[in-house]
């Protein structure tokens, strides 16, 4: 049975915590900061986990993760 290839920007955007909670930095952070308030860049700068459906979805998107 052949391999199953991951999905390319999955790998680059989502890795799986020590609990196996799927986890991805929040989008947002790229451009356009400096008119953003400080409580908003700061919790854009934490990570945040999916729900379970979505982490089913990762699950299919990166198998051998």
């Known amino acids: 049975m052949p391999k199953i290839k991951s999905h390319s920007g999955a790998k680059k955007r989502f890795s799986k915590s020590a609990s196996g909670k799927w986890r991805h930095y929040r989008p ?27 982490g089913r979805t990762m699950s299919r998107f990166l198998p051998y993760a």
């Open 28 to 54: 947002g952070r790229r451009h356009l900061i400096a008119p953003m308030k400080n409580d908003r860049r700061r919790s854009l700068n934490q990570k945040n986990e999916l729900t379970r459906t979505e």
